[in-house]
């Protein structure tokens, strides 16, 4: 069963940056897009970024410009790099298989992000 692990959430203030990372159980991992999602408080669990086998990546119209996905396949690890944060991208961040897949992992607990000053 693949496991996935979230960290690197925290509290950051207006226009601050952090850096997620998601480990993932597994060999599986290296051949499968994957996606970072969020949930605000009160809100659904929303698409924020894919990348895909090799790299290539794709963004919500609201984080494009501001964040980053990459992945280092050799460490079944993915990152989330988030610059210019804003008090909406308080959330809690998880990691998946990409939105391009019918299903998903379990999900993790993943790891809160709070914007706030």
């Known amino acids: 069963q693949v496991q996935l692990v979230e960290s690197g959430g925290g509290l950051v203030q207006p226009g601050g940056s952090l850096r997620l990372s998601c480990a993932v159980s597994?060999?599986?991992?290296?051949?499968?897009?994957m996606g970072w999602y969020r949930q605000a408080p009160g809100k659904e669990r929303e698409w924020v970024a894919g990348?895909?086998?090799?790299?290539?990546?794709d963004y919500a119209d609201s984080v494009k410009g501001r964040f980053t996905a990459s992945r280092d396949n050799a460490k079944n690890t993915m990152y989330l790099q988030m610059n210019s944060l804003k008090p909406e991208d308080t959330a809690v961040y998880y990691c998946?298989?990409?939105?391009?897949?019918?299903?998903?992992?379990?999900w993790g607990k993943g790891t809160l992000v709070t914007v706030s000053s």
């Open positions: 998946n298989l990409d939105r391009i897949y019918s299903s998903r992992w379990p």
């Open positions: 597994g060999s599986i991992f290296s051949i499968k897009n």
């Open positions: 990348i895909s086998s090799g790299g290539n990546t």
